[in-house]
């Protein structure tokens, strides 16, 4: 069974750091992983998606990494900002089930002015 | 603009009676999915559709019922029998083919008293 786990739960860094997001899974057979933030109330926003074939994908101050046979992807946060705010989430997407996500429960960031 | 939109935001109900939230998509994808999200947790799979007339129960499909009658719309009904209803519901949906990125809408927010 696939379990997908975020740690740390919260993080609270001062404005211009650079930061790591960790997540791990327990199944390295995956097709791919998606990053997604979610904003307080509101629905989530998919920030980056990186194919089990794929080292890293970059957007912007972003970069996801993957390492499939560690079980493990970062996403990299450069310069953070307060606007970075949000909580961050992973998912990861089974090679024998391409419908489903699998979520990890977050990591809530807070950037500190 | 293409999205997902639900509707209502929040919405408000009685213990013991049904009620419906709606999600309608222009993206033209094929599969459709509802969330339930609680609080410090990560989102969980009630029921998903991947073509019209057809739907597929997730992990906590009891008390929760679907149709998709149309391409565009993939409404959820909770009914009495769900016993924690109160949640922050969220709609997806997915592109047919590789590499089945998800789209979220800005979810519906439900308590039950």
């Known amino acids: 069974k696939q379990e997908v786990t975020q740690i740390p739960a919260a993080l609270s860094v001062p404005e211009g750091e650079n930061l790591v997001l960790n997540c791990s899974f327990t199944d390295s057979a995956i097709y791919n992983l998606q990053w997604f933030r979610q904003d307080p109330g509101k629905g989530l926003t998919s920030l980056l998606l990186i194919q089990s074939s794929q080292r890293e994908q970059t957007s912007g101050r972003l970069n996801a990494s993957l390492d499939k046979s560690s079980g493990r992807s970062t996403l990299y946060i450069a310069a953070s900002q307060p606007g970075d705010s949000a909580t961050y989430l992973c998912?990861?997407?089974?090679?024998?089930?391409?419908?489903?996500?699998?979520f990890g429960s977050g990591t809530r960031l807070l950037v500190r002015p | 603009d293409g999205g997902i939109t639900q509707s209502p935001k929040y919405l408000f109900r009685k213990e013991g009676q049904n009620v419906t939230l709606s999600c309608e998509q222009n993206?033209?994808?094929?599969?459709m999915y509802w969330y339930r999200q609680d609080p410090g947790q990560g989102l969980r799979l009630i029921y998903y559709?991947?073509?019209?007339?057809?739907?597929q129960k997730g992990d906590i499909a009891e008390g929760y019922s679907v149709s998709r009658e149309k391409k565009e719309s993939f409404p959820l009904t909770v009914t009495s029998a769900q016993k924690n209803p109160t949640a922050f519901y969220l709609c997806?949906?997915?592109?047919?083919?590789?590499?089945?990125?998800?789209?979220f809408g800005p979810g519906t927010r439900l308590t039950v008293t």
């Open positions: 993206l033209n994808h094929d599969a």
């Open positions: 998912a990861v997407r089974r090679v024998d089930s391409s419908y489903k996500l699998i």
């Open positions: 559709s991947q073509i019209v007339n057809d739907f």
């Open positions: 997806a949906s997915q592109e047919a083919s590789g590499p089945y990125e998800q789209y």
